[in-house]
């Protein structure tokens, strides 16, 4: 899907910073749209410290399972824990 398109039409679903991000991108491949609609809670940027809220103080990037990797990738599972695993 074009960038503009997902914008256009899901941006309640997307995280301010993620609406401009997005656009840098030439397709979105994935994007988890169905977690996101199914959340009751309402979307907010994770409260990490670094980062704009997407590091933890180690500067690791926060990640959840269903989170997308360059709107290209899903996180499926967690397989390791730290840098290192």
Do not use: W
């Amino acid at each position: 899907m074009e960038p503009r398109d997902v914008v256009m039409n899901l941006s309640k679903y997307l995280l301010d910073y993620e609406k401009t991000e997005i656009l840098e991108y030439d397709t979105v491949y994935y994007l988890n749209i169905l977690e996101r609609k199914n959340n009751t809670k309402p979307l907010a940027t994770p409260d990490g410290p670094e980062n704009g809220g997407f590091d933890n103080d180690k500067g690791e990037y926060i990640c959840e399972v269903h989170d997308h990797i360059a709107y290209r990738f899903e996180v499926q599972k967690r397989i390791g824990k730290g840098s290192f695993g």
